[in-house]
């Protein structure tokens, strides 16, 4: 097979890098949910030692490893065009596409004859995915990781194997794993498809060796630091994560395991590439996402199994050795094997499309592999161009795949956020699901953030209340919470219901919301509202917010008050064991066990962080549901709890279907 040259190398990279920033040009700005709730945050934590500031302040995501974001908050900060900020993500995601160039070239079948213009249909096919367009040029960061695994790949399937060649593939798979540590599906599939195709068994163990050392090398260089500074604040080089195994005294004993795309069930595995191809969203990811790749793939692998097992043969390889060239066969192999055991092992660990970027990628060369194995070139090459344009079509039907796409604007945020705010130092206490926590970047870089209620909500008698007691008596008379605006009717108000539902959620703490002193917060177009609309109840923004196209927050001051409204005590007494019955009864569906309810005036409701599950008490009555499903389904009568748990079949509402 002949080699990329130097000039190939230069146009592809001219193109890919040109056609990526175009496309994300297109696609318009993407504010996304989790830009809000911890990208910025995130990156603000590479330039400052926030640890011992703030306790939780974009939930667990908080402590995830911030390196990568820090490019994105410095560009805000410098007030970047948000075009420019896009084109720079853009650009260092276009490297996967790169990369996929060069592993389509390596395993070209040869009998193909067309082998740029096949390479480049392989790139296309890879690349058509609505996932993977949502992503490009956005905050979110799994392309960027996936850059190291994809040029990991190419190392390690090339025909010219070398040992520094493993040494630097496991280095940057070791990398990938340390900036985000759900690569660790690729880490170990790269490790048992190199070590498979080793040759006699001391080969196999040799390789698997050299790549696991190197993988360790890599991730060290990348997360070491993060993970030391996690293990002087909080005793864990991972904290909260794998805390069954480290035992950081300020976050319960689990390992958190996510599972809200995982098949359950031997038909859920079956079905799931079927599923795949559905016009509907949180099937394999939030966002609309139909992908026919999986299908046609699986289809030809089959159809190529039975070609080898019945016929004996090879494909047609006489054009390809009239013009000096043989299949990287091995390359084809791994490509295939490395391909399967990533797709295993990331419907074992979560399913999210999002993580497994770098193998829906390689569906493109492997298409162009197996279509070749099963027909002739020129059949095969028709092949590849219709899945392509119906790919395509079908990808594109749902409309733009941005999470939610805005227009181009001079910065990246429009924020108008009070000068008290912005001048003086305060503990903000933020309420919902979204933290919101993207807001500490433009107050006072002394201000201390707390997300009390959300995925990870806190409270004085759980792990970390021993902190939280603290932050609040070092900013006693300067704490305030911060709120979207939709949880108040009209004038603030303490009469006003939603006002005290408020103080609801605060009377734990011993805190109530001091009206007299409330500011405002708007945005451009993020979606602020908490959805968590058991705690806080929406409403229409009021006429006296200054611009309706804006969202809105709401920043109150916070008082004390002398004791716990009685009634509000009264019922936690009541429902804190009903809580520890059904996480007793149903410890699969109820996790992490001891999440810490929030108590409203008519709402009751535990968010359980693994599963997605909301375990509610309304009126007396038992419900619960899962994310993002229309309606609650009704479990039984607080005031028959043993009976009512002890039937409880432990099933996920709805069979887990989220379906509208």
């Not at 201000?447 to 009390?452: D, E, H, I, K, R």
């Amino acid at each position: 097979m002949n080699p990329m040259t130097r000039r190939e190398w230069l146009w592809a990279f001219i193109v890919v890098e040109a056609a990526c920033i175009a496309l994300a040009f297109a696609c318009g700005r993407d504010l996304n949910w989790d830009q809000f709730n911890y990208h910025l945050f995130a990156g603000m934590s590479v330039f400052q030692d926030r640890l011992a500031q703030d306790f939780f302040p974009a939930s667990i995501q908080t402590y995830l490893n911030p390196l990568m974001y820090g490019p994105f908050y410095w560009m805000v900060r410098h007030e970047f065009h948000s075009f420019a900020i896009s084109a720079a993500h853009a650009a260092v995601h276009a490297l996967n596409v790169l990369f996929l160039y060069a592993i389509a070239r390596e395993v070209m079948p040869a009998g193909e004859r067309y082998v740029k213009s096949v390479a480049a249909a392989a790139v296309a096919l890879g690349c058509a995915s609505a996932l993977f367009v949502s992503e490009l040029g956005t905050t979110f960061m799994d392309l960027t990781t996936a850059v190291p695994v994809m040029g990991a790949a190419w190392l390690l399937l090339r025909r010219a194997q070398t040992a520094r060649g493993i040494w630097i593939a496991g280095a940057l798979i070791g990398a990938a794993v340390g900036l985000k540590l759900t690569n660790i599906a690729f880490a170990a599939a790269a490790v048992l498809a190199t070590a498979a195709l080793g040759g006699s068994p001391r080969q196999m163990v040799s390789l698997g060796l050299r790549l696991g050392v190197a993988m360790a090398a890599g991730f060290l260089v990348s997360y070491g630091v993060w993970g030391w500074k996690l293990y002087n604040e909080f005793g864990s080089p991972f904290f909260p994560y794998f805390n069954s195994i480290f035992r950081a005294a300020e976050y319960g004993p689990t390992s958190m395991k996510f599972d809200r795309f995982i098949p359950f069930t031997l038909t859920d595995w079956l079905l799931f590439p079927f599923r795949l191809a559905e016009l509907k969203s949180w099937l394999y990811t939030e966002t609309f996402a139909p992908d026919i790749r999986p299908i046609a793939v699986i289809a030809a692998g089959l159809a190529a199994a039975v070609s080898v097992a019945w016929r004996r043969r090879a494909p047609t390889a006489s054009i390809g050795a009239a013009q000096g060239r043989a299949d990287n066969r091995r390359g084809q192999k791994w490509l295939g094997l490395f391909t399967l055991l990533s797709c295993l092992l990331w419907m074992v660990t979560s399913a999210n499309g999002r993580y497994g970027l770098v193998l829906f990628m390689l569906l493109g060369p492997l298409a162009l592999v197996l279509f070749h194995a099963v027909a002739r070139p020129n059949i095969a090459r028709v092949m590849l161009l219709l899945l392509l344009a119906v790919q395509t079509f079908h990808m594109l039907s749902p409309g733009n795949p941005r999470w939610n796409p805005q227009h181009w604007s001079s910065t990246w945020f429009e924020e108008t956020v009070p000068e008290r705010l912005r001048d003086e130092p305060f503990l903000h206490l933020t309420l919902g699901s979204l933290s919101n926590s993207y807001l500490a970047a433009f107050m006072h870089p002394q201000s201390s953030f707390v997300n009390l209620i959300g995925q990870h909500s806190l409270a004085f008698d759980r792990p970390g209340g021993d902190r939280l007691r603290k932050l609040l008596a070092e900013h006693a008379g300067r704490t305030r919470v911060l709120a979207p605006w939709s949880v108040l009717i009209g004038v603030p108000s303490p009469d006003s219901i939603p006002a005290r539902h408020l103080d609801a959620v605060l009377d734990p703490l011993l805190l109530q919301v001091d009206f007299t002193d409330c500011l405002f917060v708007s945005s451009d177009g993020a979606e602020l509202v908490s959805s968590m609309p058991a705690l806080l109840p929406a409403t229409s923004t009021p006429a006296a917010a200054d611009d309706k196209s804006r969202k809105v927050m709401l920043s109150c001051a916070l008082k004390p008050r002398g004791d716990h409204e009685p009634a509000l005590e009264a019922l936690r007494h009541r429902l804190e064991p009903v809580y520890k019955a059904f996480e007793a009864r149903c410890p699969q569906l109820f996790r992490p066990a001891g999440t810490v309810p929030a108590y409203g005036q008519r709402v009751v409701s535990a968010y359980y962080m693994e599963t997605g599950i909301s375990l509610n008490v309304v009126q007396n009555k038992i419900t619960y549901y899962a994310e993002r499903q229309p309606v609650d389904t009704s479990i039984g009568n607080v005031d028959d709890v043993p009976r009512v748990v002890e039937r409880f079949d432990c099933k996920r509402p709805r069979d887990g279907s989220r379906e509208f």
